[in-house]
């Protein structure tokens, strides 16, 4: 079956500090990737996407994403996190069935 | 475009009770999603319409819980005999079918307290 893992549950940075969050998949085909950000008590908001082409994406807010096939990845980066980053990240792929499956999610907080 | 909205934002519901949900998707959009929320996981899929069929349904979902999109527009998810563990954050999402990586489109969700 279709899954998404997010090994980090929670990760702190500092503002202003560089921030990667990793997802890695499991998909018999070339997947459809995405990630989404989701603050307290909303639902959740499409950051960027990846369904071919170049594996290096570009999002909102700063964010991109780079797509490595050969390691299952789609891990999330951004050079300098301001304060308002504080929220919670979702990866999910589209599976088979066409109903999007997502990982568990990594809590970001940002350090002042 | 006036996004996805869900409606109630909250509810509070006694065990037993019969509780149901509506969403109205972004109106161009053809594909409609229940995903239900835990705290502290990821959205959980439930079902989703293609217009007014259901094409897919988790069988993890319980026969309590019935979903409709009768008309091709809004869709209702209903949960029969509430049980605590039903408490959740239940979120529709839309996309547009036959767009390559068309995403989801999530609205604010129903918090469900079951006491």
């Known amino acids: 079956a279709q899954s998404v893992t997010q090994p980090d549950i929670h990760i702190t940075v500092s503002e202003g500090a560089s921030l990667e969050l990793r997802c890695n998949y499991s998909?018999?085909?070339?997947?459809?990737l995405f990630w989404y950000v989701q603050s307290p008590g909303q639902g959740l908001q499409l950051l960027l996407k990846?369904?071919?082409?170049?594996?290096l994406v570009q999002g909102i807010k700063g964010f991109e994403a780079e797509f490595k096939r050969s390691q299952s990845s789609f891990n999330l980066r951004k050079p300098s996190v301001h304060w308002s980053d504080a929220a919670e990240y979702f990866c999910a792929v589209v599976n088979y069935g066409q109903n999007f499956v997502f990982g568990p999610g990594t809590r970001l907080s940002v350090l002042p | 475009d006036t996004g996805v909205s869900q409606d109630p934002r909250h509810k509070i519901t006694k065990r037993g009770q019969n509780v149901t949900f509506r969403c109205d998707p972004i109106s161009e959009h053809n594909r409609l999603y229940w995903y239900r929320q835990t705290l502290g996981q990821g959205p959980e899929f439930l079902t989703y319409f293609q217009n007014e069929a259901q094409l897919e349904k988790s069988r993890l979902l319980s026969d309590r819980f019935s979903a409709e999109r009768p008309k091709g527009s809004f869709s209702t998810l209903e949960i029969q005999r509430t049980e605590q563990g039903d408490s959740a954050m239940y979120l529709c999402?839309?996309?547009?079918?036959?767009?390559?990586?068309?995403?989801?489109?999530f609205g604010n969700g129903t918090r469900l307290t079951v006491t």
């Open positions: 998909y018999g085909a070339t997947p459809y």
């Open positions: 990846y369904f071919s082409g170049d594996t």
């Open positions: 999402a839309s996309s547009l079918a036959g767009t390559q990586g068309s995403p989801l489109h």
